[in-house]
């Protein structure tokens, strides 16, 4: 099995930034993406972005594509997420998910963490 831990979320006042971070442990852990998702009240859960684990190529969403950086590191297995010039529809609970394969299923989860964007 594979446990993933995300730290990082909290208040931030628009314009601002955050930076995630998701921890991952477990003697399974051997992903093809890590990803970032996130969830808005009453919306789908939505895909953030992603690294491609062997390399550390990141892809990203849209909508906060120029404005986001996703990294890891394959020593510590870690992958964080950086978003800078935060909006209001930026509130969402954002969740790391690893996938292990090429197929785009992901297979295990983090529990979530909450970023709250303030004007």
Do not use: H
């Amino acid at each position: 099995q594979v446990q993933l831990e995300e730290s990082g979320g909290g208040l931030v006042q628009v314009g601002g930034s955050l930076r995630l971070s998701c921890a991952a442990s477990g003697r399974a852990f051997s992903p093809y993406v890590m990803a970032w998702f996130r969830q808005a009240p009453g919306k789908e859960r939505e895909f953030v972005g992603g690294v491609y684990w062997s390399d550390g190529r990141p892809y990203y969403t849209d909508s906060v594509k120029g404005r986001s950086t996703i990294s890891r590191d394959n020593v510590k297995n870690t992958m964080t997420l950086q978003m800078n010039s935060l909006k209001p529809e930026d509130t969402a609970v954002y969740c790391c998910a690893v996938r292990t394969s090429v197929t785009n299923v992901y297979d295990y989860w983090g529990q979530g963490t909450q970023v709250t964007v303030f004007s």
